[in-house]
């Protein structure tokens, strides 16, 4: 659907430049108003549109997710060489305390309360962030997108029960949740990554059923019932990858929101207690504030910068894979 | 003209909603209590700091936690019927009271933080969509999507190094002056001199949101008849743009703004610890420290029922704005 509302203009222009070159070709019927649906669909009928290319170049044609994408394969490859860029650990006292950025040119970024190298602190903090934001939206993305599936394919009283216990953990507020969660649990990495996987799903849940509900109606899953497909078939092949892209662009979303509680758990003292991360620094970093108020900001702004990069990924995956709402935009 | 039925009737399908999402939520907020390490009377023989065996099983004899998981339930509805949320042995105060006592400060923050995020948020909106495509919306743009991608806790602690640490213009953290006795205008200058850098914190975020989501509901409106109609009628640029486009985008911003307080409620348990602010968030701060689970219950129960009563404030609201819902 979304590949002809792109193609009709420039199909037009085609149309319209073969109409000047060959007046006398009106025994075919033209189509003047291309805007009308039936002329569209026979007018993109015979054009063939590789699946996924034309997103691609839109995306990678946006200065802006451009940047995002640079920066955070950057961040990717500092959380997997981390311990090459600066090896052992990285809560080991290496030097005095209190060195300033640059005044030091051993620690570019200076250390802090207990001489600790603050940017080993931030090329190790990568790691635990991007490693929760990713493993986390992955499980909620999984767990909503299978109960959204059921719920919209399925209907009925199935639907309800769903409808339900989504509406449950919607109406718990998220971070609350996260905190008793997390708090029960006792932190650890694994700990926060479920606990932020179940604050995280209802939202994608909600979303797949909401797809799911609308493409059900559509004749080739019609069709594809009165084949005789199983109904696991059908919600996989059938219906899930016409409903990826909303689930896509709200995946980028996810990551980057995970990054924040992550950051906020820890940051309260309910992160990995073994694991340095950048909630973390800044927590230690916050009684500090007055007089070294660097030990903050730095790791604030790695922070800052991935959530970011991943927000402007965001943006340029919903302008290629959403049209509708790009033309209003510009 | 017949507002006050179809009012009514909004009213009456939100409760009948509500019902069953309340229910669950209970019964799940029990069942996180059952989960927590250790129960009351280990919390109590804690605190206490000497307890045998004796009296541990005579404490649970007494609080009925050696009873069937089932009756357990029971007593905890009965409880909650009677308003009670348990007791609270740091504090040695009920839970209920303990909330009570703080959540005032959290409705505040949070409403002073929803004033400040929905008038610069329309007025970014306003702006970015009057110049749609063109530089200042992009800049705007980038802007907002800066100020969505940066965590609460942070800025609100770059906000203190500036404005209290370097600047010294407010102050960085409480809820007023320790043992002044300012009242009228003073009083109120002096509470909100310390409530402007949290409720910013708080309201970025949203900032960012509501900007956006002006910028998109006002491009949509604008292409609409009645606003031709309005420019036909002779009507100035500025009179169109904000009695006839942005009151009619109004109504998502309205929708988000409900479901935005569950949202806000996290955020405050964040930013009321950077500030020291004696509210709901600082009380759950406290509570995780103390490993004080009948609290950080307490309040999650607490704020989600708040989150409900948001979300029917704003059907009912919108029932009133717009006579089209809930017609039938």
């Not at chain 2, 975020?205 to 409106?221: D, G, P, Q, W």
């Not at chain 2, 009507?235 to 109504?251: C, E, G, Q």
Request: with cysteine.
């Amino acid at each position: 659907m979304s590949t002809t509302d792109l193609n009709a203009p420039a199909i037009a222009l085609a149309g319209a430049r073969q109409g000047a070159a060959r007046p006398e070709a009106s025994a075919l019927p033209e189509w003047h108003n291309v805007r009308a649906p039936d002329a569209r669909t026979t007018l993109t009928a015979a054009v063939t549109v590789p699946p996924g290319r034309r997103e691609l170049r839109i995306f990678f044609s946006n200065p802006n997710a451009l940047f995002g994408v640079t920066f955070l394969s950057i961040m990717v490859l500092m959380s997997i060489f981390a311990p090459l860029i600066s090896p052992g650990d990285p809560l080991n006292m290496v030097t005095t305390p209190f060195l300033w950025p640059g005044q030091d040119a051993a620690y570019p970024l200076g250390t802090d309360a207990m001489g600790r190298d603050v940017l080993a602190g931030i090329v190790h903090g990568s790691r635990i962030s991007l490693f929760v934001g990713l493993a986390a939206t992955a499980l909620g993305l999984t767990v909503g997108v299978v109960v959204g599936a059921v719920a919209g394919y399925f209907g009925g009283w199935v639907d309800d029960v769903l409808v339900r216990i989504i509406e449950i953990f919607q109406t718990l507020p998220n971070f609350v949740l996260l905190v008793v969660l997390v708090a029960i649990a006792q932190p650890s990495a694994l700990t926060v990554t479920v606990a932020i996987a179940i604050v995280s799903w209802p939202m994608v849940a909600r979303l797949t059923r909401a797809e799911f509900r609308a493409i059900r109606a559509k004749d080739y899953v019609m069709a594809a019932r009165s084949l005789g497909f199983g109904c696991a078939r059908i919600i996989f092949t059938e219906i899930l990858p016409n409903a990826l892209p909303p689930l896509i662009v709200t995946a980028s979303v996810m990551v980057a929101s995970a990054i924040l509680m992550e950051s906020a758990l820890s940051f309260m003292g309910l992160g990995d207690p073994n694991v340095v991360s950048w909630g973390s620094m800044i927590g230690s970093g916050r009684e500090l504030v007055r007089t070294a108020w660097y030990l903050t900001a730095l790791p604030g702004l790695a922070i800052v910068f991935t959530v970011l990069a991943l927000n402007l990924i965001g943006d340029g995956l919903n302008d290629a894979l959403n049209p509708r709402f790009s033309e209003e935009r510009s | 003209m017949s507002s006050l039925p179809r009012i009514a009737r909004a009213l009456r399908r939100t409760v009948l909603q509500a019902i069953p999402t309340v229910i669950g939520i209970v019964i799940l907020n029990f069942f996180l209590l059952q989960l927590a390490p250790g129960d009351a009377a280990d919390a109590m023989a804690a605190e206490a700091g000497s307890a045998t065996e004796e009296t541990m099983a005579a404490m649970r004899e007494r609080f009925g936690l050696n009873l069937p998981m089932l009756d357990q339930l029971l007593t905890y509805l009965n409880n909650l019927a009677h308003f009670s949320l348990g007791y609270s042995p740091r504090y040695s105060m009920p839970v209920s009271d303990l909330i009570g006592q703080r959540l005032p400060g959290t409705l505040t923050l949070m409403a002073m933080a929803l004033a400040i995020a929905l008038l610069i948020g329309l007025t970014l909106g306003s702006l970015m969509a009057a110049f749609a495509g063109r530089l200042p919306d992009r800049l705007i743009s980038i802007f907002s999507l800066l100020f969505y991608s940066v965590p609460g806790f942070w800025i609100g602690l770059m906000l203190i190094v500036l404005f209290s640490v370097t600047l010294g213009w407010l102050p960085s953290g409480g809820s007023g002056t320790i043992g002044s006795d300012l009242s009228g205008w003073a009083g109120i200058v002096d509470k909100a001199r310390y409530m402007v850098l949290p409720a910013t914190s708080l309201a970025l975020f949203y900032v960012a949101i509501y900007a956006r989501l002006t910028r998109a509901a006002m491009l949509e409106v604008r292409n609409q008849d009645f606003v031709r109609t309005a420019y036909a009628k002779g009507l100035s640029p500025a009179v169109v743009t904000v009695k006839h486009i942005l009151r009619n985008a109004l109504i998502p911003i309205t929708t988000m703004a409900g479901m935005h307080v569950g949202g806000m409620l996290g955020g405050a348990v964040v930013v009321e610890t950077v500030y020291s602010w004696p509210g709901l968030g600082r009380l759950a701060f406290e509570a995780v420290m103390g490993r004080d689970y009948t609290v950080l219950l307490g309040i999650l129960l607490l704020s989600s029922l708040l989150v409900i009563l948001a979300n029917a404030v704003v059907d009912i609201l919108q029932t009133w704005l717009d006579p089209r819902i809930g017609e039938l």
